[in-house]
């Protein structure tokens, strides 16, 4: 491999649909976006699931002996597994042998091998994971966190997830000025519990970034926030809960769409609102969650993930290298450093 472009590791042996699956998509990424693909994994598995002759440019194939299941305990099993896939790409970030890692394997053996290897950027007490959400204002896609890396979380991990999420947002996201919002069940500032409250004061006090109070649960897809955070208890469940809502009602369209041949013809010429529609609600297209506040750029997929997953995951991380997302937080050294309670 040669010395310029993006190099993305990815772990091949993580995912339901592993290796096939992130090897189709890491293909498709490496043709249309020119990124350098670090396949990680067993050797023999990962060329069976590639296509005959492929071509090796800016291709690498490196070798993994163990893989961590869905089911084991994830930081013993990232302990105990020094060798396993996640681990060895991990490792070739921290080297500076790879820009960026994926993994759509499991997510907890994935922050636990980032933690351990990369370390949590200067003045970050815990990392978030943050994904993605379309809104009813087309092309402006809401940012939530945490949805899974932390189920409790004090006052100023919320404040740390707002500054980093407002400069992911700002700089992959393309928003200018992001608005930030505190999930709360209420917008008045005496709603919420202890931990929301004390929260909402220290995020209103922060000049680093362009509060404007609570969001409720109907605000999460208004389009009037750029960034929600939460703990990641709330924000696994509405990750959940939305991806849900959004195959149910994918599922409907289908369903209710006229039969017959009148149907069918009326389904032709609605091909392609449906299809922008799918692209605007199916988790597929925004591909992966990011996981902020690592010494590193790490995306965590679905364990579902297939190929047009992989590839909407691979741009992220390819984005996020581009826009030195990690050097951008990093220089926010002292922004970062908050007082203790």
Do not use: W
């Given at each position: 491999?040669?010395?310029?472009?993006?190099?993305?590791?990815?772990?091949?042996?993580?995912?339901?649909?592993?290796?096939?699956?992130?090897?189709?998509?890491?293909?498709?990424?490496?043709?249309?976006?020119?990124v350098?693909?670090?396949?990680?994994?067993?050797?023999?598995?990962i060329?069976?699931?590639?296509?005959?002759?492929?071509?090796?440019?800016?291709?690498?194939?490196?070798?993994?002996?163990?893989?961590?299941?869905?089911?084991?305990?994830?930081?013993?099993?990232?302990?105990?597994?020094?060798?396993?896939?996640?681990?060895?790409?991990?490792?070739?970030?921290?080297?500076?042998?790879?820009?960026?890692?994926?993994?759509?394997?499991?997510?907890g053996?994935?922050?636990?091998?980032?933690?351990?290897?990369?370390?949590?950027l200067?003045?970050?007490?815990?990392?978030?994971?943050?994904?993605?959400?379309?809104?009813?204002?087309?092309?402006?896609?809401v940012?939530?966190?945490?949805?899974?890396?932390?189920?409790?979380?004090?006052?100023?991990?919320?404040?740390?997830?707002?500054?980093?999420?407002?400069?992911?947002?700002?700089?992959?996201?393309?928003?200018?000025?992001?608005?930030?919002?505190l999930?709360?069940?209420?917008?008045?500032d005496?709603?919420?519990?202890?931990?929301?409250?004390?929260?909402?004061?220290?995020l209103k006090?922060?000049?680093?970034i362009n509060?404007?109070?609570?969001?409720?649960?109907?605000?999460?897809?208004?389009?009037?926030?750029?960034?929600?955070?939460?703990?990641?208890?709330?924000?696994?469940?509405?990750?959940?809960f939305?991806?849900?809502?959004?195959?149910?009602?994918?599922?409907?369209?289908?369903?209710?769409?006229?039969?017959?041949?009148?149907?069918?013809?009326?389904?032709?010429?609605?091909?392609?609102?449906?299809?922008?529609?799918?692209?605007?609600?199916?988790?597929a297209?925004?591909?992966?969650?990011?996981?902020?506040?690592?010494?590193?750029?790490?995306?965590?997929?679905?364990?579902?993930?297939?190929?047009?997953?992989?590839?909407?995951?691979?741009?992220?991380?390819?984005?996020?290298?581009?826009?030195?997302?990690?050097?951008?937080?990093?220089?926010?050294?002292?922004?970062?450093?908050?007082?203790s309670?």
């Open positions: 491999m040669g010395s310029t472009g993006v190099r993305i590791a990815i772990d091949a042996m993580g995912g339901d649909h592993a290796p096939k699956e992130i090897v189709a998509g890491a293909l498709r990424a490496r043709e249309e976006l020119g350098k693909i670090l396949l990680v994994g067993d050797p023999q598995k060329e069976a699931a590639m296509p005959p002759k492929t071509n090796m440019v800016d291709l690498e194939i490196v070798s993994a002996e163990e893989a961590i299941a869905m089911d084991e305990e994830p930081l013993n099993a990232v302990r105990r597994k020094r060798k396993a896939s996640i681990n060895v790409a991990m490792d070739l970030v921290k080297k500076q042998q790879a820009d960026a890692v994926f993994s759509a394997g499991h997510s053996a994935a922050m636990a091998s980032a933690l351990l290897r990369l370390g949590r200067p003045g970050i007490d815990r990392p978030a994971i943050g994904t993605v959400f379309p809104t009813i204002k087309a092309g402006k896609p940012l939530i966190l945490d949805v899974g890396a932390n189920v409790d979380c004090r006052p100023k991990f919320l404040e740390q997830f707002a500054v980093m999420g407002s400069i992911y947002s700002q700089y992959v996201l393309g928003t200018e000025e992001p608005k930030i919002g999930l709360n069940i209420g917008e008045e005496t709603k919420g519990n202890e931990v929301v409250l004390r929260a909402h004061q220290m006090e922060n000049t680093q509060f404007t109070g609570n969001a409720e649960g109907r605000d999460i897809l208004s389009g009037e926030f750029d960034v929600i955070v939460c703990d990641g208890f709330v924000g696994n469940v509405v990750l959940k939305a991806e849900a809502v959004g195959g149910v009602i994918l599922q409907i369209l289908r369903e209710e769409l006229p039969q017959g041949l009148h149907g069918q013809i009326g389904t032709a010429i609605l091909k392609p609102n449906l299809k922008r529609v799918k692209q605007r609600m199916d988790h297209e925004h591909g992966g969650a990011l996981l902020l506040g690592v010494d590193g750029i790490c995306f965590i997929g679905h364990g579902s993930s297939q190929a047009p997953s992989i590839f909407s995951a691979i741009r992220m991380a390819k984005e996020a290298v581009d826009n030195q997302v990690l050097q951008r937080l990093q220089s926010q050294y002292q922004i970062l450093q908050s007082e309670d």
